[in-house]
Every structure is written in C-alpha cells, then in structure tokens.
C-alpha cells in the first residue's frame, strides 16, 4: 500500500544545487526560468518520471496548467497514477505549498520524489508494467541482409545526432542555471536576512 509521505523540511544549500543539476540533465518541454513556477502545475515532474519509467506516464493527463484546480489536479492525478505505483503518495500540505508557489516547496518535494525513482529502479518496476514485457510478444519480422547491414550506420548516426542535441541544450541551459542559482542565493540571502530583522 502507497504511503502518504512528507516531504523534508529543510534543505541545505548543497542538496538545492545538486537538485537543480539533477533536473538539468532532462531535455524537458518547457525552458527552466523559474523552478518554483515552472514546475508548480507537476507537468515537468510527470516528464521526468516518464524520461526513466517511459510506460508508466501518459503524458496528456498533465496539461500546462495556470489555475490553481488545474495544478490541484495534475498533481492528484500523478499520485494516483504513477506515485502510487511506486510505492508512495505526495502529501496534500506539500501538494498546496508547490501549487502556490511557497519558497524552497518544489525544491522539497523533488528531493523525495528523485530518492523514490532511484528505490523503485533499485528494487524493480511493478507487475503491471513488467508484464508488459512478456515473453508472449509478436516476434520482430526479420530483417533483410541488407536491412541488418545498414543498421549499425543508422544507429550511429542517431546516437551522433542526440549527443549534438544534448550538446547544445546543455550550452543553452547553462546560462539558466547559473541565473537560477544567483536567484536561490539572493532569496536564501534575503530569507536570513528578514529572519534578523533586517530590512
């Protein structure tokens, strides 16, 4: 049974760095300005669980989503759906600090969701998704002499084609990066400050 899990109170400023490199690593739909907004509506979210379990997420139950019902139910829906499955829940008062944008919220919920991706690959992936990789499958048609000998070519010149990609996405998301962090240092900067009194 799916456990209703808090997510950690606080994180150091370490763990939010590796958090935003972590999700740099995807080639996500939408470009990363701003995380806590970006990913307040949980579409992204549901493209990084798909980027490791891709049978598991259909992507069109996750609109884009400004309203906060439509990003109440994005993120209900991903419970239901994918979390449950894997073996944990979001819980309500974390649903609602995300959906509203509350500071350091998505960055929290993340960290528990990349530790439940890295325990459900470690342990297996569920019946239901498993079994669809029966035994009892079609047979491939077989391919041509010809067919077979073109194929190392083709898959070369596709795994070439991806790292020219990624290449290039990692170059144009730098800049993002960078300017996300100076913004975590300038609101953690400002956080302490307010909690001195200090205006």
């Known amino acids: 049974m ?3 899990l808090e997510a950690p109170q606080q994180l150091e400023e370490e763990e939010i760095q590796s958090l935003y490199e972590w999700v740099d690593e995807f080639p996500l739909s939408r470009p990363k300005r701003n995380i806590t907004r970006d990913f307040a ?11 490791y379990f891709p049978r598991m997420v259909e992507l069109h139950n996750y609109p884009q ?22 073996g944990f829940q ?36 569920s019946p239901e998704i498993t079994s669809k990789k029966s035994p ?24 070439e084609l991806r790292e020219t990609v ?8 730098k800049m993002e990066q960078l300017l996300k962090l100076k913004d975590s240092k300038i609101q953690m900067l400002s956080n302490k400050l307010a909690a001195a009194g200090i205006n």
């Open 166 to 173: 990624e290449v290039l996405e990692q170059k144009i998301m």
């Open 2 to 4: 799916a456990r209703i």
């Open 90 to 125: 979001i819980s309500r008062n974390d649903i609602d600090q995300v959906i509203n944008c509350a500071p350091d919220a998505i960055e929290r919920v993340l960290k528990l969701v990349r530790e439940k991706i890295t325990e459900f690959k470690e342990r297996g992936r």
């Open 136 to 159: 009892s499958a079609p047979p491939k048609p077989k391919q041509s002499q010809q067919e077979r000998k073109d194929a190392p070519e083709k898959d070369k010149m596709v795994q």
């Open 41 to 51: 509506d949980g579409a992204m979210v549901a493209e990084i669980i798909k980027h």
């Open 65 to 86: 989503a400004h309203a906060l019902q439509k990003k109440l139910e994005n993120w209900n829906t991903l419970n239901k759906k994918v979390f449950r499955k894997m």
